[in-house]
């Protein structure tokens, strides 16, 4: 195992940060970010209505509520957090056995990625403005939706491909079953997090023994 590549929401961060502080800043703020935003926003716009044709910022505020992970909603919820973490308004929720996990693996010569359904400029923002401080020095990458969707395999082995490493010396963690049978089948180690302590292999990042075979930071 060379590189670790782990899930953001219910892995790293909770899912009521998500759910609860990000989400409702961002949907609170679609309408007047747009109106104040319009030549950077103009390319997500269009992509929203070339999905659903209608009020683009209608459409984006039911995805905020449906929780989908379309590409062009996480794109501006990332625009929209930043104003959010450089005020003050929140910091990134990243639980403490995730930290020193993190630190851990970092320090024994494990590359770090994350493949998150947020956009990869939210993840930075999220890992940048951590109640921990800033974990990016930790990460060696970032991967969204632009490499697939979190349940497919495809999007699995063209990360393994981009960072250099053969599929099975990627470990990946993840809180989502339908996620880890998709790295599983593109040929990566992976575990499932249960933090509510039911199904899952484990329920928090101390019980990840993440042994670096031939690990080199690069
Ligand atoms: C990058 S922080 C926001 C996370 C987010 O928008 C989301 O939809 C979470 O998805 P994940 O793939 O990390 O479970
Ligand atoms: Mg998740």
């Given at each position: 195992m060379t590189a670790i590549l782990t899930d953001i929401?219910?892995?790293?961060?909770?899912i009521a940060f998500v759910a609860e502080v990000l989400f409702p800043y961002a949907r609170a703020r679609v309408a007047d970010y747009v109106a104040a935003h319009r030549e950077e926003t103009a390319a997500i716009l269009a992509e929203v209505t070339a999905t659903e044709p209608g009020d683009p910022v209608a459409t984006l505020i039911r995805w905020i509520d449906e929780d989908r992970k379309a590409t062009p909603l996480k794109a501006l919820q990332g625009m929209i957090w930043a104003d959010g973490y450089a005020s003050g308004a929140f910091r990134g929720h990243v639980y403490p056995d995730a930290v020193a996990g993190l630190r851990r693996w970092h320090a024994a010569g494990v590359r770090l990625y994350v493949f998150s359904s947020g956009s990869v400029a939210a993840q930075k923002l999220l890992f940048g403005y951590s109640d921990a401080g800033?974990?990016?020095?930790?990460?060696s990458g970032y991967f969204d939706t632009n490499m697939g969707?979190?349940?497919?395999?495809g999007s699995y082995a063209k990360i393994a491909e981009a960072i250099g490493d053969?599929?099975?010396d990627v470990l990946f963690l993840s809180d989502t079953p339908e996620e880890v049978a998709a790295a599983r089948e593109a040929g990566m180690e992976a575990r499932l997090i249960d933090r509510v302590g039911?199904?899952?292999?484990?329920?928090?990042?101390?019980?990840v023994h993440a042994t670096p075979a031939k690990a080199g930071a690069r």
């Open positions: 929401e219910g892995t790293t961060s909770s800033d974990l990016t020095p930790l990460f969707a979190k349940r497919e395999a053969t599929p099975a039911g199904e899952g292999d484990v329920s928090s990042f101390n019980e």
